[in-house]
């Protein structure tokens, strides 16, 4: 099995896609480089903490830990995210709502996912 098997990488791929796309396209030019530079940093570090975590699921707490700061980046993502429609940097309110809805039900993933990996640790 490798990392590109779970779930909850395929959807931050998709995301860290979709966002490289709209911060190129869909921005102010100014927001290229401020939070759209900044959105793009915390959702590749989504997938990367994923990717991280995972060569070290052997350490199950180092695991742990890197599906945690993966959770986190998450979350910082969603702000990004609120900061450009609330700023009317990103004008498209269908697309912040499929995104937004895409990054709520990633970090319901993750923490489900976490659980069930702490869960096996303790041998449940």
């Not at 396209?25 to 903490?49: A, C, H, T, W």
């Not at 995210?81 to 309110?93: A, G, P, Y």
């Not at 937004?100 to 976490?114: D, Q, S, V």
Request: aromatic share 10%; charged share 30%; proline share 1%.
């Amino acid at each position: 099995m490798s990392y590109k098997n779970l779930e909850i990488w395929g959807l931050s791929r998709e995301l860290v896609i979709e966002f490289h796309k709209i911060t190129l396209k869909d921005l102010p030019k100014f927001e290229m480089y401020e939070e759209g530079s900044q959105i793009r940093r915390s959702i590749n570090s989504v997938k990367s903490n994923i990717v991280e975590g995972y060569g070290r699921r052997k350490y199950i707490n180092d695991y742990i830990h890197f599906l945690h700061y993966s959770h986190a980046s998450n979350d910082e993502t969603i702000d990004h995210l609120e900061n450009l429609i609330e700023t009317e940097s990103l004008k498209d309110k269908e697309k912040y709502l499929n995104l937004h809805a895409k990054l709520t039900l990633l970090g319901k993933k993750l923490n489900l996912f976490i659980q069930s990996i702490q869960r096996r640790a303790k041998g449940d």
